[in-house]
């Protein structure tokens, strides 16, 4: 039982760490282009991913993600998926003071209820016996179908964030890829299950593998483009929140899931709604994050930051210097 949980716990550190170190190497690049090209786009971080790779912090950070996603898959081996992924929601809490140290400002005690209410929230809602489930039999008729209408709110979400503040466009994106994720997760599934029981040469000529990379690449890119546009600690917190919720729903879906109506699934899942709703409306009001959110709008990859008036502060803290190549 405690080599699952240190490796879950690490694997949370490991995320946060990650999105710390690339949003801080996005920020330098994005300050770098002096001419706003980047921000004239709908998803910045496209402009900019040629110069990202060349930043020894950015490509530091996926080392760091490999890391994390290695401890979770080693978590997952010693222990089940209910131990394991309640665990890796902390990221919020590991998340929350990187981002403060950027700022020079320790996150309140507002803020740190706020984020445990979050993280017990989807904790406890990954903790209900059947929630998020995807280890029923897939019906690959309702997959296709699943996929395809997530593609589409995903890019419905991108550009109903388009024009928004810097705070609501991070959260927009931030949904997108939490939904890349979930996806991810279902594809993932079916792709282990074509592996091991089709064998390789079925797997490399079958569309679920394909998909599988794709939303993954594209989660990992809109998860760059929130991590810059506004907020790490809420962006990461509406990653949390939507992945698993969405992840619920398909394994209901796609996967032949039953809703439990037992009176004890429905209390934590009413109580995990209450936790969710109290930590979101609480970092939303954060000064820490207000605070945090004008500062990356300006130097960021906020679409029109340094370009649209009165949406981005023109007097910020300078981006970290010791991101730069």
């Known amino acids: 039982m405690l080599i699952p949980v240190l490796l879950g716990f690490a694997a949370a550190f490991l995320f946060a760490a990650s999105a710390a170190l690339q949003r801080s190497a996005v920020l330098v690049v994005a300050d770098a282009d002096t001419e706003h090209r980047a ?16 930043q020894r912090v950015w490509l530091a950070g996926w080392a760091t993600n490999l890391l994390g996603f290695l401890s979770q898959a080693t978590a997952l081996h010693f222990g089940s998926i209910a131990l394991v992924q309640p665990l890796l929601v902390t990221q919020l ?3 929350l003071p ?8 320790w996150p309140s ?64 994106i931030a949904s997108a890829a939490g939904m890349c994720y979930a996806i991810s997760a279902a594809l993932m599934k079916l792709t282990t299950d074509d592996l091991l029981v089709r064998g390789v040469l079925a797997t490399a000529i079958d569309w ?85 959110t004008t500062r990356t709008a300006t130097h960021g990859v906020y679409p029109g930051a340094g370009t649209v008036p009165g949406k981005v502060a023109t007097s910020p803290p300078p981006p970290d210097t010791w991101a730069q190549e």
């Open 39 to 54: 921000a004239q786009h709908r998803v910045p971080i496209l402009w900019l991913i040629r110069r990202l790779v060349r």
């Open 93 to 95: 809490l590991f998340a």
């Open 98 to 105: 990187m981002a403060s140290a950027v700022i020079r400002q």
């Open 109 to 172: 005690a507002r803020d740190w209820l706020a984020a445990v209410a979050i993280s017990g929230g989807v904790a406890l809602f990954l903790a209900v016996e059947g929630a998020a489930p995807l280890d029923g039999s897939p019906d690959r008729g309702r997959l296709v179908v699943a996929v395809l209408v997530a593609a589409a709110v995903v890019v419905v979400l991108v550009q109903l964030a388009q024009g928004r503040g810097p705070l609501a466009h991070s959260a927009l």
């Open 208 to 292: 679920p593998g394909y998909a599988l990379a794709l939303s993954t690449l594209t989660g990992l890119l809109l998860g760059q483009q929130a991590y810059g546009s506004g907020s790490l600690s809420a962006a990461i917190a509406v990653m949390s929140i939507v992945n698993p919720a969405v992840s619920y729903v398909l394994g209901m879906l796609a996967f032949h899931a039953t809703l439990s109506t037992a009176p004890g699934p429905l209390a934590a899942s009413a109580g995990a709604a209450v936790l969710l709703v109290a930590g979101v409306f609480g970092l939303a009001h954060s000064p820490t994050v207000q605070r945090e």
